[in-house]
């Protein structure tokens, strides 16, 4: 089986593309993470990702300055210099400029906080909890202009508990997004496929994941 080539771009420690990282040690994942590039030469998750074998760069977007398309074109160039086929955002922080996005269209994956298309952008554990909501989760989905409006691959759900906080909410929704974006990425890798319910338990928290079975 080919592996197609993996980028993954954070910003942060990178917890999520940890998980990609993991399921890559699996020979029978389809991906193969060949590049991991941050947009801060501090970021937590670059000395992780060397831990893995795998190459690991930054590049600081303050350089730039306010030329957002100069900064993502040097990402670009790096990214096509390792033969990235796919990316995955994993914690980028950063607002990526149409070129970019048109220069990666349907290779570009993304992972949001929150069930879309309820509560995009920012402050979505809070958002929430403010709602009333009884159920929360993330998404797996395509970036494209709009922010956070890509088509979706798959979602995962967790319950919301009485008293539960922004970070008590959070920390169960990030062990869902572990279980659900090595599964998207595999079936976005293999050309797609049609979403089915899976329920997950991890760590004492059950998951239920909507996406196609990796």
Known sequence: MSRKRLGILISGRGSNMEALLKAAQDPAWPCEPVLVLANKPDAGGLEKARGFGVKAVAIDHKIFGKNREAFDRAMNETL????????????????????????????????????????????????????GDLVHGCTVHQVTAGVDEGPVIGSAEVDVAPGDTEVTLAARVLKAEHVLYPRCLASVARGGGTRVRDDVVVEGITVRVFAPRA
Not at 92 to 102: G, I, K
Not at 108 to 131: E, F, Q, S
Request: net charge neutral.
């Open 80 to 131: 096509e210099a390792e033969g990235v086929e796919l990316i995955a955002l994993a914690g980028f922080m950063r607002v990526l400029t149409p070129w970019f996005v048109n220069q990666w269209a349907g290779r570009l994956i993304n992972i949001h906080p929150a069930l879309l298309p309820k509560y995009p952008g920012v402050d979505t554990h809070n958002r929430a909890l403010a709602a």
